[in-house]
């Protein structure tokens, strides 16, 4: 079935710096959306792209759905933004997530 | 973010109980979807409607499980007999639209089957 392989599944980045989070897909997908999960476990919503890129603050997302594969950038790494993020693929129905990356800023 | 609410956010029930929780969508979001996360970060699609009707369940839910989103009435998804491996934090996501729109999710409740 359709599967989404989230990578990596931990990240540990010391403040000021960034990396990057993948998400491939096995198949074809209308859009993808990024989450990040709070301290009080709500999913918040960072992203949601049918196609190209989006930028918000620190944070730029890409989606190539003929590629079929997502990005999730981090720039200039705070405390804050430790948590779990996840991607979430969709072809149309329903959702099909990631498992997960745990993000840890360290000092 | 997100305005969707979901209650209670835990439940406790034993094993052979049943299990109900609610979630009421975003004013304006005729989609609403369930899904269950377990302990490994596992997401598992269950059931979505469009207004009071169900669009799409899996097996699991049509056997187990009985929803529905009444007009002017919270969704709710309740568990006919509960099973230890039904615990889990089952969220709520509202949409726009079907067809890939975006979704909102609501804070989970998390079930503890004893």
């Known amino acids: 079935g359709d599967q989404v392989e989230q990578s990596p599944s931990a990240l540990s980045l010391h403040e000021g710096t960034g990396s990057a989070l993948r998400c491939n897909f096995t198949?074809?997908?209308?859009?993808v959306q990024w989450f990040r999960k709070n301290s009080r476990g709500s999913l918040i919503n960072l992203f949601y792209?049918?196609?190209g890129t989006k930028e918000n603050g620190r944070l730029k997302s890409a989606f190539d759905s003929k590629e079929r594969y997502s990005t999730l950038h981090i720039r200039d790494a705070q405390l804050e933004d430790s948590g779990t993020y996840f991607c979430a693929s969709n072809s149309g129905t329903y959702q099909r997530f990631g498992t997960g990356t745990k993000l840890q800023v360290v000092p | 973010n997100s305005k969707v609410i979901q209650t209670p956010r835990y439940l406790v029930k034993g094993q052979g109980q049943k299990a109900k929780m609610r979630c009421i969508p975003e004013?304006?979001?005729?989609?609403v979807f369930w899904y269950q996360q377990n302990k490994n970060n596992e997401f598992k699609f269950l059931i979505n409607f469009q207004n009071q009707e169900v669009l799409q369940q899996i097996d699991m839910t049509e056997k187990r499980f009985s929803a529905e989103c009444p007009s002017n009435s919270p969704c709710s998804l309740e568990i006919q007999s509960s099973e230890a491996g039904d615990s889990a934090l089952y969220l709520c996501?509202?949409?726009?639209?079907?067809?890939?729109?975006?979704?909102?999710f609501g804070p989970g409740t998390r079930l503890t089957v004893l």
């Open positions: 004013k304006g979001h005729p989609v």
């Open positions: 996501a509202s949409s726009p639209g079907q067809g890939g729109a975006e979704q909102f």
């Open positions: 792209l049918a196609s």
């Open positions: 198949t074809t997908m209308r859009a």
